[in-house]
Nanobody, 119 residues
């Protein structure tokens, strides 16, 4: 069983920064991809960024150059540094694990953390 717990969401003004964290517990495959996905009201869940255990990264087009994903394999932690935030980044952000690919989610999800960017 894998559990994912996100933290770090909140309210920030446009142009500001936030850092999300995800703590993973349980057994994860050594080939495991972790990532961040988000869902805004009335929209489908979309890929924000994913990272392999070896450090290969994929970003969604809308966040390239503004967001940075990283992970600590020893502590089983995943991070998302979000800079130059825009109102359109407002969404619930979910930590994900269990995928074998950088381009689609795995079967494990956190409960989500709300990020709200005011204009």
């Amino acid at each position: 069983q894998v559990q994912l717990v996100e933290s770090g969401g909140g309210l920030v003004q446009s142009g500001g920064s936030l850092r999300l964290s995800c703590a993973a517990s349980g057994t994860l495959s050594r080939a495991n991809v972790m990532g961040w996905y988000r869902q805004a009201p009335g929209k489908q869940r979309e890929l924000v960024a994913t990272i392999s255990r070896g450090g290969t990264i994929n970003y969604g087009d809308s966040v390239k150059g503004r967001f940075t994903i990283s992970r600590d394999n020893v502590r089983n932690r995943l991070y998302l540094q979000m800079n130059s935030l825009k109102p359109e980044d407002t969404a619930v952000y979910y930590c994900n694990a269990g995928s074998a690919t950088l381009y689609s989610p795995g079967g494990y999800w956190g409960q989500g953390t709300q990020v709200t960017v005011s204009s």
